[in-house]
């Protein structure tokens, strides 16, 4: 197994010319998302520009573009920091508007810090692309987190928006800011709000940034999986290959002035385990208590009606969880001195 | 007349001991409603801060507060640049936090301004209340402006939120990080979300603020008052002593984890000019057709639905536009050399 991503058979390939020589700018082209988003782009032929400010603890890392590394322009820089951002954007086909703060903890630990990564430095971007004479197509990536506790599902768009922490809160905000310059300037913005995401390319140090890539390295170590309560809150997993689909047919649809949801397979996170555990059985699966600082944020069951954004892509899920995970697992035992 | 506002014989009275001796802040004071505000609770015995970064052109101004220049404390600042605001919330027992950028053009020109001061500047507030051992209350002014274009009127609190502007987006972005604290914290944080609110102590400089303080001054200058379209869009008016008893009472009821409507008296702009030509009938009204950028920011027909508030509190508007718009006349007329 190679780092290459293999181009997957799908509707998408009759888009695929869109994006031959697109100069395509990706912003947090260095994290999860970006990077596998990134390494499709170069592979379609797409000239990427990647700015990234390199926050490691977030998942930063050079290593995830390997593949591409010299095939792109990296520039490492706060996207606000960025005194190019204007002539970047001015000649861009596309821009791919994922950098961002993904932590609750760290959100809620430093308020002030998760605002100014998922919105305030977004926005002299966000007033560059609406300058710029290139028509461009922006798309940002919004989250499940917006919608905060649920009251309701399967989730559609127009669910409530009350967010759990300040994370939804600054996504929340600036994919309002992107929504409001396509009505009021015309801008193609739209935004997909994904749910838990997972696969190649996530940070592995930590378990800050969701609980898959923590369950998949404690399975690789060969320590125990901790499953809080009878782990059976449900939510919504996408393999990363469908998330860079979803991204890809959001730039070349008729999306622009929408925000929608993404999904995937729901399960338990119970079941996140098992399927491991099928995977790799030697895994150890051991209840916990709810520690009660998680109790206090738990949403209760999160599954995205993504319909709106079907119908009007085509886009949906292909990657089911086994498959994602097995892929998930061997990406990282192969990678690991790279991601521990 | 004086420059002090006269205490009403309303419900409020029953409460006035709440407020007697107690520690308050007001960020915004010099501003237009803060001022009102620091004013009446100065005169009720309590004992008032005020942070106010003295925004000129916002609408800061020192003479708002002459009445009570020798009894309150002022401190000039930036809240965020404030570094004693840890030990200023310690003793606190309401924190009214009303320092805002409220001009829609101001806020599409520099959006990253007015998220800086609608927001980003709030949240060490909001961090040292969290912090503060005096179980306060915090009251901030929320803004009809979060809710954009009106699908529905009388507009109820669960109305679609899409502003129209960035300064909608930054206003409502602040109130969810109080709601949220409310609910993650425990912090007694409430919103009250006013509309067209004028009176005295207004910004009088520009018409960047609102129409009715901008259409007084024409009035008092003798200029024809330009009213656009056939000036029948519906705008929901509260005089600001009505406004400042909604701030008290929504901090001694128990409206914490809320963000209510407050409303007031419907009517048509054009309406608004025809009771000033009542007040001073030398005043001539000049129908004007409707700019196109005014036309696309324009929202439909706005009333409250302030029924919960009103429920909650027993508040409800008790000045007549007539009366606060004499009485708003006759403020300017005398103090006109302060605010020309």
Same mark, same amino acid.
């Given at each position: ?65 390997? /593949? %591409?590394?010299?095939?792109? &322009?990296?520039?490492? +820089?706060?996207? @606000? ?8 954007? !001015? ?68 669910? /409530? %928006?009350?967010?759990?922490? &300040?994370?939804?809160? +600054?996504?929340? @905000? ?8 396509? !009505? ?157």
């Amino acid at each position: 197994m190679s780092t290459q991503v293999a181009l997957k058979p799908t509707a998408l390939e009759a888009a695929l010319p869109a994006f031959r020589d697109a100069n395509v700018l990706v912003t947090g082209g260095l994290g999860f998302i970006g990077s596998n988003l990134a390494i499709r782009l170069a592979q379609m032929g797409a000239r990427v520009t990647i700015i990234d400010k390199k926050y490691e603890s977030g998942g930063a890392n050079e290593f995830n573009i390997d /593949p %591409i590394r010299n095939e792109v &322009t990296l520039v490492v +820089s706060d996207i @606000a920091k960025y005194s190019r951002i204007t002539s970047v954007v !001015r000649d861009c086909d596309y821009v791919f508007d994922l950098a961002a703060q993904v932590s609750h903890v760290v959100s809620m630990a430093d308020p002030l810090m998760d605002l100014e990564m998922n919105c305030v430095s977004h926005l002299p971007l966000l007033e560059a692309c609406r300058k710029s004479p290139s028509d461009l197509k922006l798309v940002y990536t919004g989250s499940r987190v917006q919608y905060g506790r649920i009251t309701k599902t399967p989730v559609k768009e127009n669910h /409530p %928006i009350a967010p759990v922490d &300040t994370n939804g809160i +600054s996504k929340h @905000a600036y994919e309002q800011y992107c929504l409001l310059y396509n !009505r009021s300037y015309g801008l193609r913005a739209t935004s997909i709000r994904l749910t838990n995401t997972y696969g190649p390319r996530n940070v592995m140090k930590h378990s800050k940034q969701g609980f898959v890539n923590w369950f998949v390295r404690l399975c690789i170590d060969g320590a125990p999986v901790e499953v809080y309560g009878r782990g059976r809150q449900l939510r919504d997993f996408t393999y990363v290959d469908d998330v860079v689909d979803a991204c890809l047919l959001a730039a070349i649809c008729r999306t622009e002035g929408r925000a929608m949801n993404v999904g995937g397979y729901p399960t338990s996170v119970r079941g996140i385990a098992e399927i491991l555990r099928k995977i790799r059985p030697s895994m150890k699966i051991v209840p916990k208590p709810f520690p009660p600082e998680r109790k206090a944020v738990e949403i209760g069951d999160y599954i995205a009606d993504y319909s709106q954004f079907s119908d009007l892509t085509g886009w949906s899920p292909t990657i089911p969880l086994e498959l994602g995970l097995r892929r998930t697992v061997e990406y990282y035992e192969r990678f690991k001195s790279h991601y521990w």
